[in-house]
């Protein structure tokens, strides 16, 4: 009998250091409002059943909620001025040695233009009309074609008309090459500038991209993959692996409540680390949406101060700032 006492007494013990360790009651982190990472700026939804990789979102278009195209200069002053923090946006390298800021491989769901857009020059995608293809009565009307021509921006032009302003920057292929081509790019901007940006996408680019600029916050699939499967054998104990520092992961929300420390005591350890952690949608196996909806802001941690990322920017700013009191 005194052996299994001092056995339970023993498990006791070491299940309170794990609590203590890891409850956010005794984190010092005073509550805040979310960091907002609007996903391509002010864009129209899409009805989302059954998609895939290969879906053309435009010829899906829900009733318009708002006069902005997603990837556009205008989309994003317009979520800036919501109150967006970061900014995602996708770009394709053109045959004359730019970068399109665009979200399709091809052009030919939203433009009037065919075939990849990476097979183009900047000045041919400039005379492209991107809000040719949108429609939310199956084809009977186009509401945003003649609106969008010339709209197309490079990454040059976004980076120049906000130069204060942060972004992630989504690599869309998963060649080394596009890698190495942007951190080429890249390295022409000041280290002040490159620190506003972070680079995500397929594992083999963004591996080219830290190998050729180390100074460059970076995230993959294989990344985020790495760091969660080693903060969950070590953040028991407070440590931060290697894997989860000086980068940015995206959590699907219905996963976070299961990372040690989560909210406050994971949130001050990434925030050591250097990390930038930003919320999803639940992941249920397929892909996980930003959280979009009032009643997802409205359920997430009391004084929450991590980020967010969400596709509809202008549905939840309201519930964020009923949150944070204005």
């Given at each position: ?18 609590w203590l360790g ?16 609007a996903?391509?700026?002010?864009a129209?939804?899409y ?16 009733p318009?909620?708002?006069a ?12 800036f ?7 995602e946006l ?13 979200h ?13 857009t ?7 995608l400039?005379?492209l ?23 197309m ?5 976004v980076?120049e008309?906000?130069p204060?302003?942060?972004?992630h920057?989504?690599?869309k ?8 081509k ?29 190998q050729?600029?180390?100074d460059?916050?970076v995230?993959?699939?294989r ?5 969660v ?10 440590t931060?692996?290697?894997?989860c ?16 420390g ?14 930038r ?14 959280l ?9 941690p009391a ?6 990322s969400?596709?509809a ?9 009923a949150?944070?009191?204005?």
């Amino acid at each position: 009998m005194k052996r299994w006492t001092i056995a339970a007494l023993t498990l006791c013990a070491a299940a309170g250091a794990l609590w203590l360790g890891n409850t956010s009651l005794l984190s010092g982190r005073p509550p805040g409002k979310p960091m907002v990472l609007a996903h391509r700026g002010l864009a129209q939804d899409y009805d989302r059943a059954g998609l895939d990789a290969e879906t053309c979102t435009a010829a899906r278009m829900l009733p318009p909620r708002h006069a902005f195209l997603e990837n556009t200069i205008p989309s994003m002053e317009a979520a800036f001025a919501l109150g967006a923090d970061v900014l995602e946006l996708d770009v394709h390298p053109t045959t004359d040695g730019q970068f399109a800021v665009f979200h399709d491989w091809t052009l030919d769901c939203r433009t009037e233009g065919t075939g990849p857009t990476r097979d183009h020059d900047m000045a041919t995608l400039k005379t492209l009309d991107i809000g040719y293809g949108y429609t939310a009565d199956g084809g009977a009307t186009f509401p945003f074609r003649g609106k969008g021509v010339g709209m197309m921006p490079s990454l040059s032009e976004v980076l120049e008309r906000f130069p204060d302003r942060r972004f992630h920057v989504n690599v869309k292929s998963n060649d080394p090459a596009e890698g190495g081509k942007l951190a080429a790019f890249l390295g022409t901007l000041s280290p002040e500038s490159r620190a506003r940006l972070t680079v995500y996408g397929g594992d083999e680019p963004v591996d080219a991209v830290k190998q050729a600029l180390p100074d460059m916050r970076v995230f993959s699939r294989r990344s985020l993959k790495a760091c969660v499967l080693r903060y969950a054998a070590l953040g028991w104990s407070g440590t931060v692996p290697e894997a989860c520092r000086g980068t940015t992961l995206l959590i699907p929300v219905n996963v976070a409540p299961w990372l040690w420390g989560w909210p406050n005591r994971f949130l001050d350890r990434m925030d050591a680390a250097d990390t930038r952690v930003f919320l999803l949608g639940p992941y249920s196996g397929g892909f996980s949406q930003g959280l979009d909806a009032p009643t997802a802001i409205e359920t997430l941690p009391a004084g929450y101060s991590g980020g967010i990322s969400t596709d509809a920017l202008d549905i939840v700013t309201p519930a964020i700032k009923a949150r944070s009191g204005g």
